[in-house]
Nanobody, 124 residues
Framework: QVQLVESGGGSVQPGGSLRLSCVAS?????????AGWFRQAPGKQREEVGT???????AYADSVKGRFTFSRVNANYTITLQMNNLKPEDTAMYYC?????????????????WGQGTQVTVSS
């Protein structure tokens, strides 16, 4: 089993920055997991922000490329999401998720461990 706890959300003005953290607790070693961040705005479907594999290779949604950066420290069971140049459309609840490889691949649709979420609000 894996438990994920997010932190770091808050309110910022457009153009500001926030850093989200996700700390995992698990009986498995963290470097066996793919992980990712997702977000859901009110009235909208959940969308994938991006993923990071166990080697630290990240993939990002087009809407956040160049502004958001993932990182992970396997020894600390921690994943971070650095968000820069935030826009009002980034306002959402942000969720950390993780899952095992599927046939050697990170497959976000098969992530089966989720945190409770942390709210990010971008407004002037």
């Amino acid at each position: 089993q894996v438990q994920l706890v997010e932190s770091g959300g808050g309110s910022v003005q457009p153009g500001g920055s926030l850093r989200l953290s996700c700390v995992a607790s698990s009986t498995y070693t963290f470097n066996t997991f793919c992980a990712g961040w997702f977000r859901q705005a009110p009235g909208k479907q959940r969308e994938e922000v991006g993923t990071i594999d166990m080697f630290g290779k990240a993939a990002y949604a087009d809407s956040v490329k160049g502004r958001f950066t993932f990182s992970r420290v396997n020894a600390n069971y921690t994943i971070t999401l650095q968000m820069n140049n935030l826009k009002p459309e980034d306002t959402a609840m942000y969720y950390c998720a993780a899952g095992f490889l599927v046939d050697g691949w990170c497959v976000p649709s098969r992530f089966n461990f989720w945190g409770q979420g942390t709210q990010v609000t971008v407004s002037s």
